[in-house]
Structures are given as structure tokens and as C-alpha cells.
């Protein structure tokens, strides 16, 4: 914590050319922040845990009229959301990115409460009602904000506790993660998959009238698919993933050529292209698919066209063909003068 302090609080990041310092305390005295925060501690007899949490606020460069306006913003901020506990608040006006100064605020706040005593808690959605209040106040000074952002899918962060389990190996959990993450690479359905895990020892309950997937492991501990920190262990997407692996098995060993053939009815073109799509997002070596694509949209097949969009707009790896090249060129074959986005959403599944 004093580190952190000391950090947040340097004068070459925090003095302006006038000798202007932009340090100041909520419920405390900026300058005295540790040995206040310690003296809460002391109080309540709670020196252990969590000693503090550390936040950011930045500004989009230029908007910011002045170095008091920027502080003065991220007071409010810390006296709105953390009424009860002491909070340093340090502007730094030496970060630089792009050519331009960045100014920002720095919140270092006391985990236990000078009030009450009460140790400051976080759930998932701290993060998005600090943002939500950071964003009225800054549109109260007139200052641009982000696009409003809302948590989609309800994930439990690792805890300390197990987190520390995990570090000595002795976390149940990250241990069944990691045999799920095993069995994954050697099935191609949701039966192997489940055969795999109970010869592994864990019992697998996947029903299709239930919303979860419950893993009971060889300890007795049970949990579901929603509580393994990832969305890829959904039970949805699960399913998703084996209804493109037996699709693969199926056609597994045809050339590109007897491929094809399947693109003449346009109802197994928009499902099979979907699928070849959506694999090649995640994929690290797909030229041969890329290029039957091509080929296939260059024919007037608008779901190939429509395939290799949306590639080129979600595609997160390095690829040996350059997508984006290919849609330019395929543009006015089906578009004819209109934008590229009229048309690039694949069907959804």
C-alpha cells in the first residue's frame, strides 16, 4: 500500500508548470493518506486482507479544460461512490500517448471503513455502476463517455482462497477444468465427451431439459458449467462446439471439389457456410477454406460472399490470406455500389 501510494503521489507526475500539486483526501488528508488509512486499520483491529483497491478515470485528450477541472472531477467521483471510506485522489498530467497528453485521476481507497469499521466489498457489477457514475458526472461537465456498457453473461471470479489452491495445485475446480479442457481434444460429441470424463472419475449431468451442465467430481463437490470462470464451458456453447465437430465428421476426407457439389441447394449453402465461417474465426491455418470461398463467391454464391464478411470483421488471428483484400474485391459483384455492411450477417443458428 505505501508503495502504491508513494507511486500515485510523485511530484513529477502530479506538479504542473505553476507548482501546483493535484493531490487531495476524501475522508482524509491526501498527504497523510497511509498513516490515516492505517490508523482505520488500527482501530478496528483489521490489518489483514485487503489493505486498499486502486482505480483509473481518464479523459479523451483535449477535452479537459484544465488540470482543477480533471481533479476536481475525480473528487466527486470518490465522494459520490465511496462515502464511507477514505480515498487519495492524485491527477497525473505526464502521460503522453499518440503525440498527446493523457491527463488521468489515480484512487487509492482504504478497504475498511472510517465510519463503520465495514471492509469494502466488490461483486462483479462494481466495475459497471462506477463507470455508470463516472459517466454522469463527466456529462455533467460536458466531457464525452463511452458507449453504455452492460455485463452480458454472470461469471464468478477466482477468489483468493482458491486462488491460492490453484498456485499449491490443490484447487478441485481448476483440477476439473483442466481434464474438461483434456477430454475436449480427444471427443467429437457430447456422448465421448461424457464417457471421457467418467472414466476420468467425475459424473456428468447434461440434459437437455435442464439449463446447466453439473459436473459432480471425485471428491463429492459439485458445480456447474457457469461457475468455471469461462464462457466456452456454457452448456450452449458446448453444444454449439460438437454440432460443428460432427458436421466436420461428416464430411471429413472430400475433396474441395465434392464439397461443393452441397452449395447447389441454398438452404444447405447458408447452414454449411455458417458452420465453415464461424470455424474459420478460430483457426489458425484456413487457406484452403478461404479459397474455395473466394472461388465459390466469384460463381454468385452470396453466402460464400457473406462468409468470408464476416471473417474479415471478426477474425482475430494472423491468417495467410488477406481477407480484407478479397471482400474488397468481391464488393461490387454483390453489392453494386452499396456499402459493404448491407449484407454482411451471416445466418444465425
Partial sequence: MRAAIRYVSQEKKTVDENGVRYISGVNCVGTLAFDEFMAAKNLYRKKNGIFFYQYTQSFVPGEIK??????????????????????????????????????????????????????????????????????????????????????????????????????KSESWKIRLICDINTAMTRCSSREEFCDLMCSAGYSVTWEDSRKYITYTCQNGMKVRDNKLHDEKYLKENMEDEFRIRIREKNTAGQSIEKVQGLYTDNDIAED???????????????????????????EGNIYAYQALCRMNENVVVALTTDIAYIVSGLAELFHDGQSVEDSTTLPHH
Fill in 272 to 298: 454449411d457456410l455458417y458452420v465453415l465461417g464461424k470455424r474459420c474465426m478460430i483457426s489458425k491455418n484456413v487457406p484452403q477454406e478461404i479459397e474455395y470461398l473466394e472461388r465459390s463467391a466469384l
Fill in 66 to 167: 484544465s488540470y482543477a477541472e480533471a481533479h476536481e472531477i475525480g473528487q466527486e467521483l470518490a465522494r459520490e461512490f465511496f462515502p464511507e471510506y477514505e480515498v487519495l485522489v492524485a491527477t497525473h498530467l505526464d502521460a503522453v500517448s499518440d503525440g498527446e497528453q493523457r491527463i488521468h485521476n489515480h484512487f487509492i481507497v482504504n478497504s475498511v471503513s472510517l465510519e463503520r469499521g465495514r471492509r469494502l466489498h466488490h461483486d462483479n457489477h462494481t466495475l459497471e455502476r462506477m463507470r455508470k457514475t463516472s459517466d454522469r458526472i463527466c456529462a455533467a461537465h460536458g466531457l464525452s463517455v463511452l458507449e453504455p456498457y452492460v455485463q452480458t453473461y454472470e461469471k464468478k471470479a477466482i477468489g483468493m482462497r482458491e486462488y491460492r489452491s490453484a498456485l
